[in-house]
């Protein structure tokens, strides 16, 4: 899966979350997601981190985000779009790998 | 116990009146008298006598004539479906030394079983007992021994006589309270076995059913089916409701549907500790306020304890027995209005998301007041970052893709739940999220 197509994919979640919540906000790669900046709480954040989660599974790709690698990184993949893209792309790759 | 019983069948003001409807025949307060008659004799003929006998039936005139001589005669019963039929076990943990089987009237002995020591304690006073399985927060089936003497003392107070419908099952505490209550009062109980909404309906219909005694999962059936017709259903009176809390949503859509002839009740039963005697708030049904003739309660913690004069002896475990004494945590969480006590739900069930309560009664409540939702279960998933958090699975009345379902759900919540109460993971489903005991299954 190419990167800009799984920034595209979050961008759309996140933007229906944040619909959802009626922010005024447009997710765009420096959306700021976990942290001070952030319009999320920690429970938006484990809400977008699900539909996310959800969103790749339609599209036959398993990731985790919560796993103890994401969490226990020292750049939380968690701080913008883009960070989390990267982290993405990684298990996506991954993923392809396996069913090759 | 044997003087109790067979003043309630000898009551000559009753001897012709319907006791028992199963298939459309009507056994009389004399038929069971008779029935109940000649199953004392064969009891006493094969020697049946403080002995631990295992009926399988339901409520058909041999498992309910058998149920009463069993208890007349000094024995122990067991009640069970055919489920659990072979679980050698089970016969084994509780002793079992005879089954009954409804359809060919057979007694059965069985190998020798070991005698546990509550019921042994129990024959050693004369008295007659009835032992109730639960499923336990474990899943394996806890056996529960009562003195039947203890048991059936609250139904001297039963005195109101309605026709009403055995929905509740027979291997049931709710089932069985249903029975006596009914046969005490000298009602009428109607035969259900398939309990279908449909067939509830009818035969609700049918039998000139007046009370039906029901579980707030199985109303949620009825709802979304929508066939009650008040018109229909003239001398209908009453519909009870126990054995979880039902979401006022509920209680709200089952008001409209039954009218403003019916009255709903709500009933309070614990298997270890029989069932008290409640009535329930005369405009809002799911506040209750327990007769302290029967049960004494106290609240710890916002949690329900009981002591009561029909609490169980104690629990019969495969190579040990339990006694009980005093107080009983119910587990249940309930909130307090003077004399009122309204139950919020199973401490087992609340979901702890990061250090706040959920239960998942609320959070039901309000799913189920959205348009095209015909039924919803909410439990908890665990989640890295919250320890817990609230999952849904969901009914609908109309295909819906899960992402629109979920923005529909989240803007609704909005409104009415703090942000940790409204449900992070959303499933759809088709599948019946009740389980064969009429209960809402939460996983």
Same mark, same amino acid.
């Given at each position: 899966?190419?990167?800009?197509?799984?920034?595209?994919?979050?961008?759309?979640?996140?933007?229906?979350?944040?619909?959802?919540?009626?922010?005024n906000?447009?997710?765009?790669?420096?959306?700021?997601?976990?942290?001070?900046?952030?319009?999320?709480?920690?429970?938006?954040?484990?809400?977008?981190?699900?539909?996310?989660?959800?969103?790749?599974?339609d599209?036959?790709?398993?990731?985790?985000?919560?796993?103890?690698?994401?969490?226990?990184?020292?750049?939380?993949?968690?701080?913008?779009?883009?960070?989390?893209?990267?982290?993405?792309?990684?298990?996506?790759?991954?993923?392809?790998?396996?069913?090759? | 116990?044997?003087?109790?019983?067979?003043?309630?069948?000898?009551?000559?003001?009753?001897?012709?009146?319907?006791?028992?409807?199963?298939?459309?025949?009507?056994?009389?307060?004399?038929?069971?008298?008779?029935?109940?008659?000649?199953?004392?004799?064969?009891?006493?003929?094969?020697?049946?006598?403080?002995?631990?006998?295992?009926?399988?039936?339901?409520?058909?005139?041999?498992?309910?004539?058998?149920?009463?001589?069993?208890?007349?005669?000094?024995?122990?019963?067991?009640?069970?479906?055919?489920?659990?039929?072979?679980?050698?076990?089970?016969?084994?943990?509780?002793?079992?030394?005879?089954?009954?089987?409804?359809?060919?009237?057979?007694?059965?002995?069985l190998?020798?079983?070991?005698?546990?020591?509550?019921?042994?304690?129990?024959?050693?006073?004369?008295?007659?007992?009835?032992?109730?399985?639960?499923?336990?927060?474990?899943?394996k089936?806890?056996?529960?021994?009562?003195?039947?003497?203890?048991?059936?003392?609250?139904?001297?107070?039963?005195?109101?006589?309605?026709?009403?419908?055995?929905?509740?099952?027979?291997?049931?505490?709710a089932?069985?309270?249903?029975?006596?209550?009914?046969?005490?009062?000298?009602?009428?109980?109607?035969?259900?076995?398939?309990?279908?909404?449909?067939?509830?309906?009818?035969?609700?219909?049918?039998?000139?059913?007046?009370?039906?005694?029901?579980?707030?999962?199985?109303?949620?059936?009825?709802?979304?089916?929508?066939?009650?017709?008040?018109?229909e259903?003239?001398?209908?009176?009453?519909?009870?409701?126990?054995?979880?809390?039902?979401?006022?949503?509920?209680?709200?859509?089952?008001?409209?549907?039954?009218?403003t002839?019916?009255r709903?009740?709500?009933?309070?039963?614990?298997?270890?500790?029989?069932?008290?005697?409640?009535?329930?708030?005369?405009? =809002?049904?799911? +506040? %209750?306020? /327990?007769?302290? $003739? !029967? &049960? @004494?309660?106290?609240?710890?913690? #916002?949690?329900?304890?009981?002591?009561?004069?029909?609490?169980?002896?104690?629990?019969?475990?495969?190579?040990?027995?339990?006694?009980?004494?005093?107080?009983?945590?119910?587990?249940?969480?309930?909130?307090? =209005?003077?004399? +009122? %006590?309204? /139950?919020?739900? $199973? !401490? &087992? @069930?609340?979901?702890n998301?990061? #250090?706040?309560?959920?239960?998942?009664?609320?959070?039901?409540?309000?799913?189920?007041?959205?348009?095209?939702?015909?039924?919803?279960?909410?439990?908890?998933?665990?989640?890295?970052?919250?320890?817990?958090?609230?999952?849904?699975? %969901?009914?609908?009345?109309?295909?819906?893709?899960?992402?629109?379902?979920k923005?529909?759900?989240?803007?609704?919540?909005?409104?009415?739940?703090?942000?940790?109460?409204?449900p992070?993971?959303?499933?759809?489903?088709?599948e019946?999220?009740?389980?064969?005991?009429?209960?809402?299954?939460?996983?």
């Open positions: 899966m190419e990167k800009h197509r799984i920034k595209e994919i979050l961008n759309k979640t996140v933007n229906e979350y944040f619909e959802s919540q009626d922010f906000e447009k997710a765009n790669e420096d959306t700021v997601l976990f942290g001070k900046e952030s319009v999320l709480d920690s429970m938006g954040l484990v809400n977008v981190i699900i539909d996310i989660e959800s969103r790749f599974l599209e036959d790709y398993e990731i985790s985000l919560t796993s103890e690698k994401a969490m226990s990184r020292r750049n939380s993949p968690f701080r913008t779009i883009s960070t989390l893209a990267d982290f993405i792309g990684e298990q996506v790759t991954e993923n392809e790998e396996i069913d090759e | 116990m044997r003087k109790f019983i067979k003043q309630m069948l000898q009551n000559h003001a009753f001897q012709k009146k319907t006791a028992l409807v199963d298939n459309n025949y009507q056994y009389t307060y004399r038929d069971l008298l008779q029935k109940v008659n000649d199953y004392e004799k064969l009891l006493l003929n094969n020697g049946i006598e403080k002995k631990t006998v295992i009926i399988y039936g339901d409520f058909d005139i041999n498992s309910v004539t058998m149920f009463l001589a069993l208890l007349i005669t000094g024995n122990v019963v067991t009640l069970m479906n055919n489920d659990n039929r072979e679980n050698s076990e089970l016969q084994k943990t509780i002793g079992a030394n005879f089954i009954f089987d409804h359809v060919t009237e057979n007694i059965i002995k190998a020798d079983n070991k005698l546990p020591s509550l019921t042994a304690k129990l024959f050693h006073q004369n008295e007659s007992g009835i032992i109730f399985f639960t499923s336990g927060t474990t899943g089936p806890k056996a529960i021994l009562h003195s039947a003497t203890k048991l059936l003392k609250k139904y001297e107070f039963s005195k109101k006589s309605y026709i009403t419908l055995g929905f509740l099952l027979f291997d049931h505490i089932g069985i309270d249903t029975l006596l209550y009914t046969l005490f009062a000298h009602g009428a109980l109607v035969r259900i076995t398939d309990r279908s909404p449909d067939n509830v309906y009818e035969t609700l219909r049918e039998n000139h059913v007046e009370v039906f005694p029901t579980s707030p999962s199985f109303l949620t059936m009825l709802i979304i089916r929508s066939l009650w017709n008040s018109s259903l003239p001398n209908f009176k009453i519909i009870t409701f126990g054995s979880e809390r039902m979401a006022d949503e509920t209680l709200k859509k089952t008001k409209i549907m039954l009218g002839e019916v709903a009740i709500q009933k309070y039963g614990i298997t270890e500790m029989g069932s008290p005697i409640v009535k329930s708030k005369p405009n =809002d049904p799911l +506040w %209750i306020s /327990i007769d302290r $003739r !029967t &049960t @004494d309660y106290k609240i710890e913690n #916002g949690v329900l304890f009981l002591k009561a004069s029909t609490s169980m002896l104690g629990y019969i475990y495969p190579d040990r027995c339990e006694e009980f004494n005093g107080w009983f945590n119910t587990q249940d969480k309930v909130e307090v =209005d003077g004399e +009122w %006590i309204k /139950i919020l739900g $199973r !401490t &087992t @069930d609340i979901i998301v990061g #250090g706040q309560k959920v239960y998942p009664a609320e959070v039901e409540s309000v799913l189920l007041e959205m348009d095209n939702i015909n039924d919803v279960s909410v439990f908890s998933k665990d989640n890295p970052i919250m320890g817990k958090i609230v999952a849904a699975k %969901i009914n609908l009345e109309d295909d819906e893709p899960v992402n629109s379902l923005k529909r759900i989240r803007k609704y919540c909005k409104s009415r739940l703090e942000s940790f109460k409204i992070a993971y959303i499933k759809i489903t088709k019946k999220q009740v389980s064969d005991r009429f209960k809402k299954v939460r996983k």
